[in-house]
């Protein structure tokens, strides 16, 4: 004979307890006794009289005119036909409502999955549209940065341009100002040819004018030879020579006489002189006394 229980002593539920408390407890009461968990040699009875106590109160909740727990575990001494018959239709409705109960558990199961699916693709479609944003953002990046690029670049060109424009404007104002400053030196040097050439023109003309007097003079006084009280000897420095003189010439020191050695020097000797007194600023009167 099967040992009597109480369902609800079983779950550890009270009387009127609600499908959630229920549920709660036998979770509850399922981590205990589970033959997965439990080590006790009846666990599988246990965990069977567990479950038939839970389903026989759900379907107390469901169907409350279904028999008590008392009536189908709790066998009377003696059962007649129409009773057996009571108990039979109580486990078919017993079995009928399992049916149902599992069939919406599982339309429940299909919904929720068919709800987790339609997240999932929402979610996936929003991933997809945030990585399709994300990509346009990236490649709108990546061209502002070329088009950046391209505009550093085309400055740094338009600079290195600009640095070689004026690096050759540099050099051809240094070209020109060379060649200004050459023009310049050879004006110059033109300029001191010519005063050289003038000075040279000058220098042979004094010099033509002062051998045509001497040769004048000489030539008067071989023509009217006068006895002179110039010295017979050569003035220049300390030559003293007595031969070879010539006639004698004006000196700041009276008439003296070179000889043929030291004339010319005396000559250049007071053209260098009457040079210098001109360019220190000698008269007009001077210059025609000379």
């Given at each position: 004979?099967?040992?009597?229980?109480?369902?609800?002593?079983?779950?550890?539920?009270?009387?009127?307890?609600?499908?959630?408390?229920?549920?709660?407890?036998?979770?509850?009461?399922?981590?205990?006794?589970?033959?997965?968990?439990?080590?006790?040699?009846?666990?599988?009875?246990?965990?069977?009289?567990?479950?038939?106590?839970?389903?026989?109160?759900?379907?107390?909740?469901?169907?409350?005119?279904?028999?008590?727990?008392?009536?189908?575990?709790?066998?009377?001494?003696?059962?007649?036909?129409?009773?057996?018959?009571?108990?039979?239709?109580?486990?078919?409705?017993?079995?009928?409502a399992?049916?149902?109960?599992r069939?919406?558990?599982?339309?429940?199961?299909?919904?929720?999955?068919?709800?987790?699916?339609?997240?999932?693709?929402?979610?996936?479609?929003?991933?997809?549209?945030?990585?399709?944003?994300?990509?346009?953002?990236?490649?709108?990046?990546?061209?502002?940065?070329?088009?950046?690029?391209?505009?550093?670049?085309?400055?740094?060109?338009?600079?290195?341009?600009?640095?070689?424009?004026?690096?050759?404007?540099?050099?051809?104002?240094?070209?020109?100002?060379r060649?200004?400053?050459?023009?310049?030196?050879?004006?110059?040097?033109?300029?001191?040819e010519?005063?050289?050439?003038?000075?040279?023109?000058q220098?042979?003309?004094e010099?033509?004018?002062?051998?045509?007097?001497?040769?004048?003079?000489?030539?008067?006084?071989?023509?009217?030879p006068?006895?002179?009280?110039?010295?017979?000897y050569?003035?220049?420095?300390?030559?003293?020579?007595?031969?070879?003189?010539?006639?004698?010439?004006?000196?700041?020191?009276?008439?003296?006489?070179?000889?043929?050695k030291?004339?010319?020097?005396?000559?250049?000797?007071?053209?260098?002189a009457?040079?210098?007194?001109?360019s220190?600023?000698g008269?007009?009167?001077?210059?025609?006394?000379?």
């Amino acid at each position: 004979m099967q040992e009597s229980y109480d369902p609800r002593e079983l779950l550890g539920v009270p009387i009127g307890a609600s499908e959630d408390e229920l549920r709660k407890a036998f979770r509850r009461k399922a981590k205990t006794v589970h033959p997965d968990v439990s080590d006790a040699p009846d666990a599988a009875e246990q965990f069977s009289r567990l479950k038939a106590s839970y389903d026989l109160l759900l379907e107390r909740l469901s169907d409350p005119a279904a028999p008590t727990p008392e009536t189908l575990y709790r066998r009377a001494p003696e059962v007649d036909p129409e009773q057996q018959e009571k108990i039979i239709q109580a486990y078919r409705r017993r079995r009928e409502a399992e049916q149902h109960r599992r069939a919406r558990r599982r339309a429940s199961v299909q919904g929720q999955t068919r709800r987790a699916e339609q997240k999932n693709q929402r979610f996936r479609a929003e991933m997809e549209r945030r990585r399709a944003a994300l990509e346009a953002a990236e490649e709108e990046q990546a061209e502002r940065e070329w088009l950046e690029r391209e505009e550093e670049e085309r400055q740094q060109r338009l600079a290195a341009e600009r640095a070689k424009r004026a690096e050759r404007e540099r050099e051809e104002r240094e070209r020109l100002e060379r060649l200004e400053q050459e023009k310049q030196e050879r004006l110059e040097q033109e300029r001191l040819e010519h005063e050289r050439r003038a000075r040279r023109q000058q220098m042979l003309a004094e010099r033509e004018r002062e051998e045509r007097i001497r040769g004048e003079q000489h030539e008067r006084e071989r023509q009217n030879p006068q006895i002179s009280d110039s010295p017979l000897y050569c003035a220049w420095k300390a030559c003293g020579a007595t031969r070879g003189l010539s006639s004698p010439v004006s000196t700041p020191l009276g008439q003296r006489r070179f000889c043929k050695k030291h004339y010319r020097d005396y000559i250049e000797f007071r053209r260098d002189a009457q040079r210098r007194e001109t360019s220190a600023g000698g008269s007009g009167d001077s210059w025609r006394e000379r």
